[in-house]
């Protein structure tokens, strides 16, 4: 705001001077045009006419308007004039000087200065209480989000410029709210399981240790007995097993929260979405990225989730892939819609293909390369949440991804 104020400053100061300078150059002018006097010189060039011919002609004359001879009207006039004396007879030459059009155009110019200097400043005035006041009031907000303050809601306002862009903070801020909720249960649930299952690993366990010390202690001299403690050993062993597998899948399931709202929607809006994100970038870094013909049809499930699986699959394929080519391809399927994201340079192993889709694991080609392992697996359950599929399959030095979606 500080940075407009001197801007503000500096455009007033520019339109005082230019009114200044103006009225100077103007008032310059009709001074030294008024010096010269040339009007004088037409009364001369007449005077010389009535002294030769008797009389003279005004038709060329630019100041002079009329010449009255001495007489009863000698004296009638309001206009600026001369009195010569010609063959001893007086003349009275009455003539203008055009200060009267100066004036005019020196009011006519400053009153057109008047008017752009009072639409620059309304311009800059609405700019600054109507878009930088209002957005100002905004760059805290930010601020406040990183330090985690979420519970004041953002005020909204009747300003269309930030309209939509304060709903979306807001809903940000919601989005956030319900995820650090979320956060919070998944933590306490995963607590109270692990407390749980600790509990009933200790029984078991507690079991084992008692079948083993009897074992150890020759406590079972039958052979049949020490059969049926063994047995009883292993199936302990493979009850804690399924606990052990339960803390696994709770550590592994439960830490995304990915909502989803089904619907319907076009493929094409689909494809306009990446073809929007994806052209002007691809070609930054010189990747050819070329879409193939579809026949447009409505599919099922969320448009924004449906986004961010391509964006994830194309965002791999630009990691990984050599940057040569990344194509959109649409295969025909009878059952559903087939959307493939193709790229050249795959140097992923054939044996890591089955497992790319779980979570926290990355290929063999991913050494060096940052990453978390949780893309595809994303992607994964958000189709499935779609009542979609997704696969990847290698041809070659290309490696394809493919997003199953079901026709509405």
């Given at each position: 705001?500080?940075?407009?104020?001197?801007?503000?400053?500096?455009?007033?100061?520019?339109?005082?001077?230019?009114?200044?300078?103006?009225?100077?150059?103007?008032?310059?002018?009709?001074?030294?045009?008024?010096?010269?006097?040339p009007?004088?010189?037409?009364?001369?060039?007449l005077?010389?006419?009535?002294?030769?011919?008797?009389?003279?002609?005004?038709?060329?004359?630019?100041?002079?308007?009329?010449?009255?001879?001495?007489?009863?009207?000698?004296?009638?006039?309001?206009?600026?004039?001369?009195?010569?004396?010609?063959?001893?007879?007086?003349?009275?030459?009455?003539?203008?000087?055009?200060?009267?059009?100066?004036?005019?155009?020196?009011?006519?110019?400053n009153?057109?200065?008047?008017?752009?200097?009072?639409?620059?400043?309304?311009?800059?005035?609405y700019?600054?209480?109507?878009?930088?006041?209002?957005?100002?009031?905004?760059?805290?907000?930010?601020?406040?989000?990183?330090?985690?303050?979420?519970?004041a809601?953002?005020?909204?306002?009747?300003?269309?410029?930030?309209?939509?862009?304060?709903?979306?903070?807001?809903?940000?801020?919601?989005?956030?709210?319900?995820?650090?909720?979320?956060?919070?249960?998944?933590?306490?649930?995963?607590?109270?399981?692990l407390?749980?299952?600790?509990?009933d690993?200790?029984?078991?366990?507690s079991?084992i240790?008692?079948?083993?010390?009897?074992?150890?202690?020759?406590?079972?001299?039958?052979?049949?007995?020490?059969?049926?403690?063994?047995?009883?050993?292993?199936?302990?062993?493979?009850?804690?097993?399924?606990?052990?597998?339960?803390?696994?899948?709770?550590?592994?399931?439960?830490?995304?929260?990915?909502?989803?709202?089904?619907?319907?929607?076009?493929l094409?809006?689909?494809?306009?979405?990446?073809?929007?994100?994806?052209?002007?970038?691809?070609?930054?870094?010189?990747?050819?990225?070329?879409?193939?013909?579809?026949?447009?049809?409505?599919?099922?499930?969320?448009?924004?989730?449906?986004?961010?699986?391509?964006?994830?699959?194309?965002?791999?394929?630009?990691?990984?892939?050599?940057?040569?080519?990344?194509?959109?391809?649409?295969?025909?399927?009878?059952?559903?819609?087939?959307?493939?994201?193709?790229?050249?340079?795959?140097?992923?192993?054939?044996?890591?293909?089955?497992?790319?889709?779980?979570?926290?694991?990355?290929?063999?080609?991913?050494?060096?390369?940052?990453?978390?392992?949780?893309?595809?697996?994303?992607?994964?359950?958000?189709?499935?949440?779609?009542?979609?599929?997704?696969?990847?399959?290698?041809?070659?030095?290309?490696?394809?991804?493919?997003?199953?979606?079901?026709?509405?």
């Amino acid at each position: 705001m500080k940075a407009f104020n001197r801007i503000f400053a500096a455009v007033i100061a520019a339109m005082a001077i230019l009114f200044i300078a103006a009225n100077i150059i103007l008032s310059a002018d009709r001074d030294s045009s008024e010096s010269g006097r040339p009007y004088r010189v037409e009364i001369n060039r007449l005077a010389r006419q009535i002294e030769t011919d008797g009389q003279a002609d005004l038709s060329g004359c630019e100041y002079v308007t009329n010449i009255e001879r001495y007489g009863e009207n000698f004296l009638g006039t309001n206009s600026d004039y001369v009195i010569l004396e010609i063959h001893g007879e007086l003349y009275r030459f009455d003539y203008q000087t055009g200060r009267g059009d100066r004036t005019r155009l020196i009011v006519t110019v400053n009153l057109m200065l008047g008017a752009m200097a009072i639409l620059i400043i309304s311009v800059m005035l609405y700019i600054r209480f109507t878009i930088l006041a209002p957005f100002k009031r905004l760059t805290d907000i930010p601020y406040e989000l990183s330090k985690g303050n979420l519970t004041a809601p953002i005020k909204e306002t009747k300003n269309r410029f930030f309209g939509k862009f304060i709903w979306g903070v807001d809903m940000l801020r919601e989005n956030i709210e319900r995820q650090k909720q979320r956060e919070l249960e998944l933590q306490k649930e995963k607590k109270m399981l692990l407390l749980s299952l600790s509990h009933d690993i200790k029984t078991p366990l507690s079991a084992i240790k008692l079948y083993s010390s009897a074992l150890a202690k020759r406590l079972y001299p039958n052979e049949e007995k020490q059969r049926e403690t063994a047995v009883s050993i292993g199936e302990k062993a493979d009850e804690i097993e399924s606990y052990v597998s339960k803390i696994i899948t709770a550590s592994r399931e439960d830490f995304l929260s990915l909502d989803v709202e089904n619907g319907e929607f076009y493929l094409s809006d689909l494809v306009r979405n990446i073809e929007a994100y994806y052209i002007e970038k691809l070609a930054l870094v010189k990747t050819e990225f070329t879409v193939g013909e579809y026949n447009n049809c409505l599919l099922y499930g969320d448009l924004n989730r449906a986004v961010e699986v391509l964006q994830n699959v194309i965002e791999n394929a630009i990691k990984y892939g050599d940057g040569k080519r990344i194509e959109i391809l649409f295969p025909s399927d009878d059952e559903g819609v087939l959307v493939s994201i193709k790229n050249t340079g795959c140097t992923l192993d054939r044996s890591d293909l089955p497992h790319i889709f779980e979570s926290f694991r990355r290929g063999s080609n991913s050494e060096n390369i940052r990453g978390s392992g949780l893309g595809l697996y994303i992607c994964r359950q958000l189709m499935h949440k779609m009542n979609g599929e997704i696969f990847a399959e290698i041809d070659g030095g290309a490696i394809t991804v493919t997003a199953v979606f079901g026709r509405a």
